[in-house]
T-cell receptor, first 113, second 116 residues
Framework: GESVGLHLPTLSVQEGDNSIINCAYSNSASDYFIWYKQESGKGPQFIIDIRSNMDKRQGQRVTVLLNKTVKHLSLQIAATQPGDSAVYFCAVMMNTGFQKLVFGTGTRLLVSP | ETGVTQSPTHLIKTRGQQVTLRCSSQSGHNTVSWYQQALGQGPQFIFQYYREEENGRGNFPPRFSGLQFPNYSSELNVNALELDDSALYLC???????????????FGPGTRLTVL
């Protein structure tokens, strides 16, 4: 199986700072990882993903880093804005012949002006 | 927005009752998955449907069942409701074949179910 854990339940930052949210997974055979953002009253929103054959992937203001050696995943948000305040989940896609996402417990990002 | 809609938004039921939750995906989204999200937790996989057939299931009892229809809508049915079934129920759809790990899943806003 797979278990996913996040290092901090809450992260508080100032507007304009860079944010780093960390995640650990257990199954070294996992090969696809996704970060989701969930705002209050909404479903999870896809942010960025990465395959296990990559170490780093960049999007608009976001970067995902994957360290397969220690089974660690991180999401970096540059120049954090108040609109980034939400709960962030890392999820691992289980390669079971069908799509099963295993989610961590989430980190709440609080951005103060 | 993701183009995935769910109804109703909120629902209150009593223990022992049955409930049906609905999801409508975008045209072409042949795969739909359902997740249960308890308060303060990450979503947990219930099951997945591809072209009207269940093709994967998580650790949920048989009283959780589903249907998928040709018009890209689907249902989650829960019988004999228990207090612990209180949660946000999410559906997610994808254009993929349901077997490729990189097919992005798009989530709906969820249905908040409260069991009293």
């Amino acid at each position: 199986g797979e278990s996913v854990g996040l290092h901090l339940p809450t992260l508080s930052v100032q507007e304009g700072d860079n944010s780093i949210i960390n995640c650990a997974y257990s199954n070294s055979a996992s090969d696809y990882f996704i970060w989701y953002k969930q705002e209050s009253g909404k479903g999870p929103q896809f942010i960025i993903d990465i395959r296990s054959n990559m170490d780093k992937r960049q999007g608009q203001r976001v970067t995902v880093l994957l360290n397969k050696t220690v089974k660690h995943l991180s999401l970096q948000i540059a120049a954090t804005q108040p609109g980034d305040s939400a709960v962030y989940f890392c999820a691992v896609m289980m390669n079971t012949g069908f799509q099963k996402l295993v989610f961590g417990t989430g980190t709440r990002l609080l951005v103060s002006p | 927005e993701t183009g995935v809609t769910q109804s109703p938004t909120h629902l209150i039921k009593t223990r022992g009752q049955q409930v049906t939750l609905r999801c409508s995906s975008q045209s072409g989204h042949n795969t739909v998955s359902w997740y249960q999200q308890a308060l303060g937790q990450g979503p947990q996989f219930i099951f997945q449907y591809y072209r009207e057939e269940e093709n994967g299931r998580g650790n949920f009892p048989p009283r959780f069942s589903g249907l998928q229809f040709p018009n890209y809508s689907s249902e989650l049915n829960v019988n004999a409701l228990e207090l612990d079934d209180s949660a946000l129920y999410l559906c997610a759809s994808t254009t993929g074949l349901g077997r490729e790990p990189t097919d992005t899943q798009y989530f709906g806003p969820g249905t908040r179910l409260t069991v009293l």
